[in-house]
C-alpha cells in the first residue's frame, strides 16, 4: 500500500483468507472418513495458537471456517483447502483435525492463496517488481502500473452509500460528517456498520465510515447525519467545493 491508501491496512487484515495446507498425521489414514472428519470443522471454532510456534498472544478466540475441502490424501498426508476468517490459526486448525481422526496430526506447510478480493494469480515476485520499477525509471511504466490495484478494490464485502459530487470536497477534509442530504443511493447495512462512501459520478472510494443509522432509516435527500467518516482516501480538491461548476483535474 503506497500514498494515503495505506489507511486501508485494517480493512484487507480483516479480510476473508482461503488457505492450502498440507496435514502430516501421525498414524494411518482413511480415504472415506477423514474428508468427512474435516468437514465437521466448518462453522465457528474455539482455537488458541500453539506453545513456541506463534508470534502472536496465545489467547483463547472463536474463528469461522466457511468451507474445509480435502484435495488429496497420499499416505499420511492429507491436502486441505481452507476458506476462513481473517485470524484464523490454520496450525490449530490441524491439529484439531488430527485429533478428530484419532492420530493426531501437525501443518507441515502452509499457502495463502486468497485474501478477499486478491488471489495469488495477481501476485508478483519481489524481483519482478523491482525490474518494474527500473523500467518505470526508464520511461516505460507500463509493467509496474500493471501491479497496481485501485483503493476501490479492497472494498469486497463492505456495503456503499453513494453521494452527490458536491458532498464529496467536505468529506476529504476530514472535518465533516455526511448528511442525508448528499446521499443517492445506499446499499444495505445496520447501524454501526463500517460502510464505503463512493462517488455517484465514477464510483471512486471516498473514505471509510461508521454507520449512525441503518440504511433503511436513511432516506435520500433529507437531514440528519448519516455517516461519521473515519479513513479519507480521496484527496482533497479532487471534487469541487459545493456551488463549484466542474471536477478539478
Do not use: W
Not at 476473508?16 to 472418513?33: Q, S, V
Not at 458536491?166 to 442530504?181: E, F, I, N, P, R
Amino acid at each position: 500500500m503506497v500514498g494515503r491508501a495505506a489507511r486501508l491496512a485494517p480493512v484487507i487484515l480483516s479480510h476473508e483468507k482461503e488457505y492450502i495446507a498440507l496435514l502430516r498425521l501421525h498414524g494411518g489414514c482413511d480415504r472415506g472418513t477423514n474428508p468427512d472428519t474435516a468437514r465437521e470443522f466448518i462453522g465457528k471454532n474455539y482455537q488458541r495458537p500453539p506453545p513456541l510456534k506463534s508470534a502472536v498472544a496465545r489467547a483463547l478466540r472463536i474463528r469461522t471456517m466457511y468451507e474445509i475441502d480435502v484435495l488429496d490424501i497420499d499416505g499420511r498426508d492429507v491436502l486441505l483447502r481452507v476458506r476462513c476468517e481473517a485470524g484464523t490459526y490454520i496450525r490449530s486448525l490441524c491439529r484439531h483435525i488430527g485429533f478428530a481422526i484419532g492420530t493426531g496430526g501437525q501443518m507441515v506447510e502452509l499457502r495463502r492463496t486468497r485474501s478477499g478480493g486478491y488471489d495469488e494469480t495477481m501476485c508478483c515476485s519481489l524481483h519482478a517488481l523491482r525490474d518494474a520499477t527500473e523500467q518505470a525509471k526508464n520511461g516505460n511504466p507500463e509493467e509496474l502500473l500493471s501491479y497496481i490495484r485501485t483503493p476501490e478494490s479492497v472494498l469486497e464485502g463492505i456495503p456503499t452509500i453513494t453521494i452527490r459530487d458536491t458532498a464529496v470536497d467536505a468529506l476529504c477534509h476530514g472535518g465533516a460528517s455526511l448528511a442525508g442530504v448528499g446521499v443517492t443511493a445506499t446499499d444495505t447495512f445496520k447501524k454501526d456498520k463500517e460502510v464505503a462512501v463512493m462517488t455517484a459520478q465514477g464510483g471512486e472510494l471516498v473514505c471509510i465510515g461508521t454507520a449512525l443509522a441503518a440504511s433503511d432509516a436513511i432516506v435520500p435527500g433529507a437531514t440528519g447525519i448519516v455517516i461519521r467518516p473515519k479513513m479519507v482516501i480521496m484527496q482533497t480538491g479532487t471534487y469541487p467545493k459545493a456551488g463549484s461548476p466542474n471536477r478539478l483535474s
